[in-house]
């Protein structure tokens, strides 16, 4: 199990690095269920691991010239804030135990893996929809108050539940501001960086980290982020999306069957 959990964990980095997204997807499932580590704790890690490969992978995609550092910085401005308030104050407030329904007790753990499997779901669709006909050249109408809005709204999802968001800000930012997909792709990995680390910012002195463990494993998705970008040009995104798609939606309703039948 544990070499497997190790694969795993470059596959994150891989998938961050082809198409700009799902890793976070992968992570609290890789820490909750192969690692044994605690669903809120995950979110943590998730936090760390993602932003920093996602920073690996902002900064190749730079150096070719796909990445707007004005968008990412203007898109941050709401999601980035929302995301440490969210992460600082809201978090801590939140009980251990919940709610009843019945005789089946609902918990801080099994809401945050239920969400995270809804959160999955929808991703899963957003990456199988075909998206061959997203126009490509740049537009000059900048929608900057819907743009503010999907920032508050991808920095709650990153600050409840650790997932940088990548399968929402890469259609957000080509359907809304007309971006190049090559280029979405790179400003993405800039946002969800940004937004990620200062997200883990939030956490410190609310959890104690296993600081060796959680740099091992951000090492191992580093790889698989400068992996992914390297034979990313060698291979067909649109079928690995789709193909990736498939696997996040079996892994979603997998967790939900889990949740339910463990308890």
């Keep these: 199990m544990e070499i497997l959990a190790y694969t795993a ?49 902002a900064f190749n995609s730079y150096k070719k010239g796909t990445v707007s550092v004005h968008t990412a910085l ?46 999955m779901i929808a991703a899963s669709f957003g990456m199988m929809i075909d998206d061959t006909q997203k126009p490509q050249e740049v537009g000059s109408g900048n929608n900057y108050v819907k743009l503010f809005v999907f920032g508050i709204g991808i920095g709650l999802t990153t600050g ?20 190049p997909m090559k280029k979405a792709v790179g400003t993405s990995l800039l946002i969800i960086a940004l937004n990620s680390l200062i997200g883990f910012a939030g956490d410190i002195g609310h959890f104690e980290i296993d600081w060796r463990f959680l740099l091992k494993i951000t090492g191992i998705a580093i790889a698989g982020v400068v992996f992914g970008g390297m034979i990313g040009r060698h291979v067909n ?18 967790i939900i069957i889990h949740e339910f039948l463990t308890q």
């Design 9 to 57: 964990s470059v596959f994150i980095g891989i998938s961050l690095g082809l198409i700009g997204g799902g890793g976070s997807i992968l992570t609290v499932p890789v820490l909750v269920y192969m690692f044994g580590v605690s669903p809120l704790l995950s979110t943590s890690y998730s936090l760390f691991i993602v932003g920093s490969t996602s920073l690996i992978g």
């Design 237 to 254: 995104s649109d079928q690995l999306k789709k193909g990736f798609g498939w696997f996040i939606l079996v892994m979603g309703i997998y």
């Design 160 to 179: 409840l539940l650790g997932a940088g968001g990548g399968f929402l800000l890469i259609p957000t930012l080509v359907l809304l501001l007309r971006m």
């Design 74 to 119: 203007l898109f941050g401005a709401s999601s980035i804030m929302t995301v440490f308030v969210t992460r600082k104050f809201l978090i801590p407030l939140i009980p251990k135990q919940l709610f009843k329904i019945g005789d089946f007790q609902v918990t801080e753990s099994i809401l945050t893996m239920i969400l995270f499997a809804i959160l």
